[in-house]
């Protein structure tokens, strides 16, 4: 939640209200935000707080936000550009064949290290907790990241079995013979 409120707000200091050195350093700090409830968890729980659900989602979320947030941040702060600045649109590259594998396994095998990091606060808490069956609220976080890595594992599985075809080149001639008749005679003219 709070690294919504915090993009929001860099944005809008950017964008809105013209302070762009607000929004330049408030930017840059967005994903860092998840580290304030992971140390309130971490106080919290070391204080004899009985774990729950939420506890692990704070100790989890940081690893997302830390390995994907930047991207997070750079795609807002271009789509605002865009969108209050009038900056130009980047072309999107179109993926075929080798590259879109390629490109299907690099963001799967982004997706790794924030799995890691996610897993070292969650077993962190529960050795501040003391034993597992007491920190058994924070591990049940463990499972919906270990369903997300495995789905997200099919798509570049599927991708590799069916990279797609690039489109295909342009055939015949090239030259004004290939125009319409129409167009043909207006070139001549021109």
Do not use: Q
Request: glycine share 10%.
């Amino acid at each position: 939640m709070l690294f919504r409120v915090f993009l929001v707000g860099g944005l809008t200091a950017r964008y809105a209200a013209d302070r762009r050195t607000l929004g330049g350093v408030l930017l840059p700090c967005v994903p860092l935000i998840d580290v304030v409830p992971l140390g309130a968890t971490v106080l919290s729980v070391r204080n004899g707080a009985e774990p729950t659900v939420r506890h692990g989602l704070s100790a989890a979320s940081p690893g997302i936000t830390v390995v994907d947030g930047h991207r997070t941040v750079r795609r807002a702060d271009a789509k605002s550009a865009r969108r209050f600045s009038g900056a130009a649109v980047p072309p999107s590259p179109e993926l075929h064949g080798r590259a879109a594998v390629a490109d299907a396994w690099k963001s799967w095998i982004g997706f790794l290290p924030a799995c890691a990091v996610s897993v070292g606060p969650i077993f962190g808490s529960v050795v501040l907790v003391g034993t597992v069956d007491d920190g058994a609220p924070l591990l049940v976080w463990l499972n919906p990241l270990t369903r997300v890595l495995i789905y997200s594992l099919i798509w570049p599985v599927a991708t590799t079995a069916w990279p797609g075809e690039g489109p295909e080149p342009v055939k015949g001639n090239h030259g004004p013979e290939a125009l319409p008749t129409t167009l043909r005679m207006w070139c001549r003219k021109a």
